[in-house]
C-alpha cells in the first residue's frame, strides 16, 4: 500500500502543473523528441527538462536518447493507476451522493422537510 500511495502522490504531484498536462495531453498523440515537446512553451530548455524529469519519476512517461535525441513516450501502466484511483473515488462520492438524493426525495414525500 505504501508504493502505491508514493506512486499516487508523484503522479499527482506532476499533474499539479498546467505545463506538465500539456506535454502529457501531447504525449497523448504519440511519441515526440524533447524540442518538440518544448517548441510551445515560453521557457528556456533547462527550465523544460525539469518539468520532464518530474514527469519521468512520477513514471508518467519513459524517454530514451538515440544519439543527440531524447524521446518522449507516455507510460499508460501508470496514468491507468492513476485513473483507476480517480473512478474508486468517483464511484465512492457518487454513491453518497445518490443516497443522500433518495433520502431527501422520501422525506420530502413525508413532508418532513420543507
Not at 524529469?53 to 507516455?74: A, F
Request: with cysteine.
Amino acid at each position: 500500500m505504501e508504493n502505491y500511495s508514493a506512486s499516487l502522490d508523484s503522479s499527482f504531484h506532476a499533474l499539479s502543473d498546467p505545463t506538465r498536462r500539456a506535454v502529457l495531453a501531447r504525449l497523448v498523440l504519440g511519441n515526440a523528441p524533447v524540442k518538440e515537446l518544448a517548441e510551445p512553451f515560453e521557457m528556456g530548455l533547462p527550465s523544460f527538462m525539469k518539468h520532464l524529469k518530474v514527469l519521468e519519476e512520477s513514471g508518467l512517461i519513459e524517454t530514451e536518447k538515440k544519439g543527440r535525441v531524447r524521446t518522449c513516450r507516455l507510460n499508460s501502466k501508470q496514468l491507468a493507476a492513476t485513473e483507476a484511483w480517480l473512478a474508486e473515488q468517483r464511484a465512492i462520492w457518487e454513491g453518497r451522493t445518490d443516497r443522500l438524493a433518495e433520502y431527501v426525495e422520501a422525506n420530502q414525500s413525508k413532508g418532513s422537510l420543507s
